[in-house]
């Protein structure tokens, strides 16, 4: 058996370039880590400011933003990169402390494509990833 056809696979995904935006350098390379494991290829900001110029710089599929970030926060960055016609493909999750109803409530708002809240499972956040980057569609 060769599973070269095994749709469980992360084959499709696998090397997908997903940029990390946290001012929390520990997160930031635990996040890292884990996801370079994982087979993404992995893009690091530590701010809103610096987020932005790397999301339009080098095109990463996935962007994962903390919300409490300095010179930009997570939800003006989503906006930001909803409302340009370069970055509006990107898929953003939105990661935060500031308590669940309020990231349920405003991260949609600005344009994220997820959230989660923080602390996250590392295996939640990995299967929302894999879920925005293969997309809605459904086989056959």
């Keep these: 058996m060769s599973g070269q056809e095994d749709s469980s696979s992360p084959e499709g995904i696998a090397g997908a370039r997903i940029l990390l935006a946290d001012d929390n350098p520990q997160i930031l390379g635990m996040l890292a880590a884990r996801l370079e494991r994982r087979g993404y290829t992995i893009l690091t900001a530590a701010d809103g400011e ?6 339009a710089n080098e095109s990463p599929a996935l962007v994962v933003l903390d919300v409490m970030m300095p010179k930009k926060n997570g939800w003006e960055v989503a906006r930001a990169l ?5 970055t509006s493909a990107i898929k953003v999750v939105v990661l935060t402390a500031i308590g669940e109803s ?17 602390p996250f499972d590392f295996t ?13 569609e459904e086989s056959p």
Aim: proline letters at 5%.
């Design 124 to 136: 939640e956040l990995e299967r929302t990833i894999r879920e925005l980057l293969e997309g809605p």
């Design 50 to 55: 610096e987020a932005l110029k790397v999301a």
């Design 82 to 86: 909803k409302q340009s016609e370069e």
């Design 102 to 118: 309020i990231n349920e409530m405003t991260s949609p708002l600005y344009g994220a494509d997820a959230y989660l809240d923080k």
